[in-house]
């Protein structure tokens, strides 16, 4: 048995090295197609979700209507047919988006100069989020991750 030349031996630690530069590589770049992948999924549900909110309560012309409406639109959404009260801690934190859509879509209300509703939009949904996220541990738009199981087609 021959020993191996110190050259070849240099060339194929040398290959060793750059193979598992290339796995680790490979390994953190397949973790940042995931994360960006998910960051876009989030921006577009919370992009469909908000423009959706808007819809609703830029039509109603009463505060409490429009809230009605979007909060019944996110559990529909949702698929949340039956109350639990997580769920309606929730829709209590949603309901908060809502009203500052509300009264975004209909500048000309006047409100309480002592009401706790944010100025903007985007603050109350930024807060909701931030709520979800500590409350729930995972961020809000998971939730419409739904599993829909193959059903079978039948013809009658």
């Known amino acids: 048995m ?4 110190p050259f070849i031996a240099g060339l194929e630690n040398e290959a060793k090295g750059c193979e598992a530069a290339e796995a680790e590589f490979r390994n953190t770049m397949n973790a940042k197609v995931a994360e960006l992948a998910q960051a876009r999924a989030f921006a577009f ?4 979700v908000m423009r959706s909110l808007f819809d609703t309560v830029a039509s109603a012309e009463d505060e409490e209507i429009a809230i009605t409406k979007a909060v019944k639109g996110l559990r529909d959404r949702l698929g949340w047919i039956e109350d639990s009260e997580a769920r309606e801690e929730v829709l209590a934190h949603y309901a908060i988006v809502a009203r500052a859509a509300f009264h975004a879509t209909h500048p000309d209300d006047r409100r309480d ?17 931030a709520w979800y996220a ?7 738009w998971v939730l419409f991750e739904h599993y829909m199981p193959e059903t079978q087609l039948v013809d009658f």
């Open 134 to 140: 500590s409350s729930r541990e995972k961020p809000f």
């Open 113 to 129: 100069e002592a009401d706790d509703v944010p100025a903007e939009p985007a603050t109350a949904l930024s807060q909701f989020e």
């Open 2 to 5: 021959t020993k191996e030349h």
């Open 45 to 48: 549900r919370r992009m469909n």
